[in-house]
């Protein structure tokens, strides 16, 4: 017997997945230009969040629950007929800016378009006080009865009547009452698009961040980062700018950037060449020298083809304190401390069993993955995605050997993965892994010696943690996988 599975359409597929600062509401985008919103219902009929619930003894459940909220058209496919150039309607980057009135409003950019989206509930108006019977109405609503003694009868274009029962009531109808819009108790949720950024990037927008101060964020492409204000959609402010004169002398692009989460005057961003830049926007207006220089100094004798390919950082983010750095390289995380340039604190291995791989990584592009990170809140625990849908979580607090992998399915499954997060960790127990493993999936097509599978096609890019619990959303193809702890 063969089942059908049909194949997932490329315009379902989230590429974008970011919590509010409350961790009330979760979007996402897709490659069809859409944003989803998610709304947190497990907390809302009591109010405060679950920290404080549970300070104040209400009994909460014991997972997360979000609902679906709305969805909206943020972006569309377009052409840019100056370069002759398709431009794509997917998502590449949602962030959340600050609320005001009960409003929600975020930032959604393709690679050209940055848009200012508002998302609100609206009373639902209705036409009400016509001349017509609502029992013999024929419309496209409904309409509210009339408060006058006479029952009008309906009427039809042109004069006509609709049936040989019509008739005007003795002495006609008494008076023509206009129809009045009238507001209901309904509401529905309405998405509009206050502003749009465009025209300031001649490359793909790889990154958008907030600012602490609420008034501004910034917009990154390969060359080039653009300071804007929130309320000025016409003019922005180019603050950091790689592009040589020469192009044939380009050696590294920007691959991420982001603002510190409570400094309005200092951002981060990374290249393709593995380092990344702390500047402060108050030593000049064009950013071009950096504050501080993060980078790892290469191992001697280490260098090889893939070597530059695989120290591309493909994103990077302030912890919440904003002391700390976290990046993501083609194969490993690395933690940063502002304050120490000379390397980083930490160093966690995502999928060291790749590396024999590398070639076959390199023949199919997936090499070039842009996998993303994320930190809880607490600043204790780190996490990025790898390839067959799963992701891992580190520990990261000193002394710490804490390293889960899960995969994102319904049934997800914890795996073990022989190399080590931390060189405290005893090898004792990590042969002990690989030998149960080996027994397991030695003989398993596309299954490595120690278990690990090499499916390329399946691979968890996006995923974001809660604010301040540790819950992390994770997105797969088409699917989004909320994990709690």
């Known amino acids: 017997m063969f089942l059908h599975i049909p194949a997932i359409a490329s315009v379902d597929i989230i590429s974008a997945i970011e919590f509010d600062k409350t961790g009330d509401h979760l979007a996402t985008g897709d490659r069809g230009g859409r944003v989803v919103l998610f709304e947190r219902t497990d907390t809302k009929d009591h109010g405060g969040s679950?920290?404080?619930?549970?300070?104040?003894?209400?009994?909460?459940?014991?997972?997360?629950?979000?609902?679906?909220?709305?969805?909206?058209?943020s972006h569309e496919p377009e052409f840019d007929y100056l370069k002759s150039l398709e431009i794509e309607e997917k998502i590449n980057k949602i962030r959340w800016c600050q609320t005001a009135n009960g409003a929600l409003f975020l930032l959604?950019?393709?690679?050209?378009?940055?848009?200012?989206w508002k998302v609100q509930e609206k009373k639902v108006k209705k036409i009400a006080d016509m001349n017509v019977d609502p029992s013999k109405a024929v419309g496209n609503g409904n309409v509210a009865s009339s408060s006058n003694n006479v029952s009008p009868k309906p009427y039809l274009a042109n004069g006509g009547s609709p049936s040989k029962e019509f008739s005007f009531p003795p002495g006609?109808?008494?008076?023509?009452r206009l129809p009045t819009v009238v507001t209901s108790n309904e509401t529905s949720l309405v998405a509009r698009c206050r502003r749009v950024y465009a025209h300031a990037h001649d490359y793909h927008i790889n990154s958008i961040s907030n600012n602490s101060d609420g008034e501004t964020f910034i917009s990154a492409d390969d060359l080039r980062i653009n300071l804007w204000n929130l309320e000025i959609s016409n003019q922005s402010f180019n603050i950091v700018d790689v592009k040589p004169a020469n192009m044939e002398d380009l050696t590294e692009v920007i691959t991420s950037a982001e603002f510190h989460p409570t400094h309005c005057n200092m951002l981060a961003y990374s290249s393709s060449k593995g380092s990344i830049r702390l500047i402060d926007l108050r030593q000049s207006a064009l950013c071009d020298s950096h504050a501080i220089l993060f980078e790892e100094q290469e191992a001697p004798g280490s260098r090889s083809f893939f070597t530059e390919i695989i120290a591309s950082i493909s994103d990077i983010k302030f912890a919440k304190d904003g002391r700390h750095i976290l990046s993501r390289d083609y194969m490993t995380l690395k933690l940063w401390d502002i304050n120490m340039d000379s390397g980083p604190v930490a160093t966690f291995q995502v999928h060291e069993y790749?590396?024999?791989?590398l070639c076959d990584l390199y023949e199919n592009d997936s090499i070039f993955d842009k996998f993303e990170c994320c930190l809880s809140g607490d600043g204790l625990r780190v996490a990025t995605g790898s390839y067959s849908n799963l992701f891992r979580v580190f520990g990261c607090a000193p002394g710490s050997t804490e390293a889960t992998t899960l995969e994102a399915s319904k049934n997800p499954m914890r795996r073990q993965v022989q190399t080590p997060s931390r060189p405290s960790r005893s090898l004792s127990s990590i042969t002990r892994v690989v030998r149960r493993e080996s027994v397991a999936g030695s003989d398993v097509p596309g299954v490595d010696t120690n278990g690990n599978s090499f499916d390329f096609t399946t691979k968890l890019l996006h995923l974001a943690w809660h604010p301040t619990e540790n819950s992390i959303a994770c997105a797969a193809a088409n699917s989004l996988y909320m994990y709690y702890a």
């Not at 997972?63 to 709305?70: G, I, S």
């Not at 690679?111 to 200012?116: A, E, L, M, S, W």
């Not at 006609?172 to 023509?176: A, D, E, K, R, V």
């Open 108 to 116: 959604s950019t393709n690679d050209k378009t940055i848009k200012f």
């Open 50 to 73: 679950r920290r404080d619930l549970e300070r104040m003894d209400y009994s909460t459940s014991r997972h997360p629950e979000f609902r679906y909220k709305t969805e909206f058209q």
């Open 172 to 176: 006609g109808i008494p008076s023509l």
């Open 354 to 357: 790749l590396r024999p791989k």
